[in-house]
């Protein structure tokens, strides 16, 4: 009976997609078919209310690239904990060289993504439901737990 639900569920998945694909080549269609009753000045109006040629801030004082359009989400919507925009110093001009990346500097970095990883995985094991049968939990036998509260399975923890 699983298996048929997961079967169901999936096609019904599939069949959403294609329903949300041609609902939005349905409205592109509308638009491309309208576009020639739009008065030129009336679309140029709309063009300018839009201000593509402005920059478009990416956070508080940092200035990205025109062209684009900026919409604000919550945080939590989407957590990154790795900025991926590599900012370096200088000219920008096209000439001048791209910086090297230095290796030595990256060691104070490299610890920190491992620290942050090691508290992401102690957060999921105390969040996670703990002393069920379907977990692993149903037995603590052969773990201990010391006073940080983080339990360590036939190891020796020191201070």
Request: hydrophobic fraction near 35%.
């Amino acid at each position: 009976l699983n298996l048929l639900i997961a079967q169901l569920n999936c096609a019904y998945h599939a069949t959403y997609v294609d329903m949300m694909g041609y609902a939005r080549l349905n409205r592109g269609k509308i638009v491309y078919e309208t576009m020639p009753s739009c008065p030129k000045v009336r679309w140029a109006a709309f063009v300018g209310a839009l201000r593509l040629d402005e920059c478009c801030e990416f956070g508080e004082g940092d200035m990205g690239v025109p062209g684009g359009m900026q919409v604000f989400e919550p945080a939590s919507a989407n957590i990154t904990t790795i900025d991926m925009i590599k900012r370096f110093g200088g000219s920008t001009s096209p000439e001048a060289q791209w910086p090297k990346e230095d290796a030595a500097g990256n060691d104070e970095e490299d610890r920190f993504h491992r620290m942050e990883k090691l508290i992401q995985k102690a957060m999921q094991r105390m969040s996670g439901g703990r002393g069920s049968k379907q977990d692993g939990g149903g037995s603590s036998m052969g773990q201990s737990e010391d006073f940080q509260g983080w339990s360590s399975a036939g190891s020796i923890v020191s201070d």
